[in-house]
């Protein structure tokens, strides 16, 4: 089990520690979103997923993979905690950055790059990890178990 919380603390969530996917973002929306030059996201099964604490205000746009992404985000420090997508109603993209404690984040490394078309030329590509010039999301698995 997992823990995950926002800047100022008043958002907390938890989900379970196998992640159906592990991905790395290059898409215009999230370099936008995220105010830096890409995401990372860990898949998590929504059957695991809890929110434990807080309101968070959701946000919903259309994004260049043509999926709409709903971002729930912390209404008084900003700090996204995760996504959903309309790809799927059974995970949420869990952002890597609000997990606490260093494991999640280490065990982390993306094992998909999506829109690399975007990547700025002085970021190197993860080692092992495919590389999708687009929105080539692989499709997600859902384990049986959920
Ligand atoms: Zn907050
Ligand atoms: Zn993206």
Redesign the pocket.
């Known amino acids: 089990m997992f823990e995950s919380s926002c800047l100022c603390g008043a958002n907390r969530i938890s989900f379970e520690a196998d992640s159906i996917l592990k991905m790395r ?1 290059h ?1 215009t ?2 370099r936008k979103f995220s105010g830096s030059t890409n ?1 990372n996201n860990l898949f998590v099964p929504l059957a695991g997923f809890k929110v434990l604490s807080g309101k968070l205000k959701t946000y919903t746009k259309s ?2 993979s043509g999926n709409e992404m709903t971002s729930y985000f912390c209404d008084q420090c900003g700090s996204t905690l995760y996504r959903k997508t309309s790809l799927t109603d059974k995970a949420v993209a869990v952002m890597i950055g609000g997990i606490d404690g260093p494991e999640a984040i280490e065990n982390g490394c993306p094992e998909h790059e ?2 690399v078309r975007n990547r700025p030329s002085w970021m190197k590509p993860i080692e092992g990890s495919s590389q999708d010039e687009d929105h080539g999301l692989p499709e997600i698995k859902i384990p049986e178990a959920v």
């Open positions: 973002c898409c929306d999230c995401t994004v260049e999506l829109f």
